[in-house]
């Protein structure tokens, strides 16, 4: 009987123990949301409204041009860029009050820098011959297309802001040759000693500016209606 009660006496005492060490025990600590680990690496906005001026230097705008029809292979893909942009944003600590405006000089626009075709990666890796370059440079200042003669400057100016102040999505009109049309364009921003940095890419379609697509041979060899725009905006306060 003694040794029973002495088990049951144990027992007891191993019990407590295990509950009072339980109790006692650090709480696992909760993963914090991705977001806010993201937002840190991209540093804190402004407190106040901030004006900025785009740094044209440090900018840079890639338009990705892709050669589509049935002897595609005898064409390239090309790569317009500039960094010659120009422009303001002006952030609100209440993001719908932000305003961008952007403008691109049309005959800034290089065809092909040689940098900028590595940066885009394998469907842009084959070597594109000076006067292909020239070619495109030549089609795409053309009156059915951008017409730089006429219209020097696509213009890019923010209607509404939404999102946060690192991922803001932002709608904005484009405006090239006498056309206007609005797009959705999703952003990353991070900012750093009184710099804001803005990141991000949108599709438009030439016809929809009233512009047509290079073509020959009946569309066997052409470029296709679609184009792809990435770009880096440094802005300094």
Request: charged share 20%; proline share 5%; with cysteine.
């Amino acid at each position: 009987m003694r040794l029973v009660t002495r088990k049951a006496i144990v027992g007891v005492w191993i019990v407590a123990v295990s509950a009072v060490l339980t109790a006692c025990r650090a709480p696992e600590p909760k993963a914090g949301p991705a977001q806010t680990a993201t937002d840190a690496a991209a540093g804190s906005p402004p407190s106040s409204v901030t004006r900025y001026r785009v740094d044209g230097s440090a900018s840079q705008l890639h338009v990705l041009v892709y050669r589509g029809g049935a002897l595609a292979r005898l064409g390239h893909n090309h790569v317009l860029s500039t960094e010659q942009l120009s422009g303001a944003v002006v952030i609100d600590p209440q993001l719908e009050r932000s305003q961008l405006v952007l403008d691109l000089p049309v005959n800034s626009f290089v065809v092909d820098d040689p940098h900028a075709r590595a940066q885009e990666g394998e469907d842009f890796s084959a070597e594109v011959p000076a006067d292909a370059r020239e070619g495109t440079r030549g089609n795409l200042l053309r009156e059915e297309v951008l017409d730089g003669a006429k219209f020097p400057t696509i213009t890019l100016r923010a209607t509404k802001v939404g999102g946060t102040h690192h991922q803001p999505t932002v709608m904005v009109n484009i405006v090239i040759k006498d056309a206007t049309r609005q797009i959705e364009v999703p952003v990353k921003i991070s900012y750093a000693h009184q710099t804001l940095t803005a990141r991000g890419e949108f599709t438009v379609k030439q016809t929809d500016f009233g512009m047509t697509p290079f073509s020959v041979g009946m569309g066997a060899l052409q470029v296709r209606d679609e184009l792809r725009i990435r770009f880096t905006i440094v802005a300094r306060a």
